[in-house]
């Protein structure tokens, strides 16, 4: 019956991905897939296997950065970030390591249009 399966799928969904352990494993196959796909003139394309392998291949090098990065980023933007890459079925770490830098960013510039100004000193009296 398909009501229980299509139930199941929407609870994962729904749950948060456990993101604070580490960089979770995506699969990155279907975006590069489509990726190479879109570039090429035709599906018979022979450039569409070398642009899906640049692609898996930048993905790697990106997930290897987050791998590094992972800890600097607070944990409940892990959070958030993991569950929106993988919410719409193809997933890419560069879209992961772009929402985590912009609400990296966003929070910065939030604290600091908070913080109080600087004191400056007046000009001196000549």
Known sequence: MILPKALALGAQL??????GDG????????????IAKQGGVTFHDPAI???KKNCLDSEQAIRDD???QWSSFSPNDRTHCVNE???G??????????????ARDVRAM?????????????????
């Open 14 to 19: 729904l749950m948060p991905v456990a993101a």
């Open 23 to 34: 960089v979770p494993n995506l699969n990155v196959e279907q975006v590069c897939d489509g």
């Open 49 to 51: 296997a070398q642009e």
């Open 66 to 68: 987050l791998v590094k």
């Open 85 to 87: 890459s993988v919410m």
């Open 89 to 102: 079925g193809d997933s890419s770490y560069t879209e992961l390591l772009t929402c985590l830098e912009m």
């Open 110 to 126: 939030r604290e600091q249009q908070a913080a109080p100004p600087a004191a400056t000193k007046p000009p001196k009296p000549k």
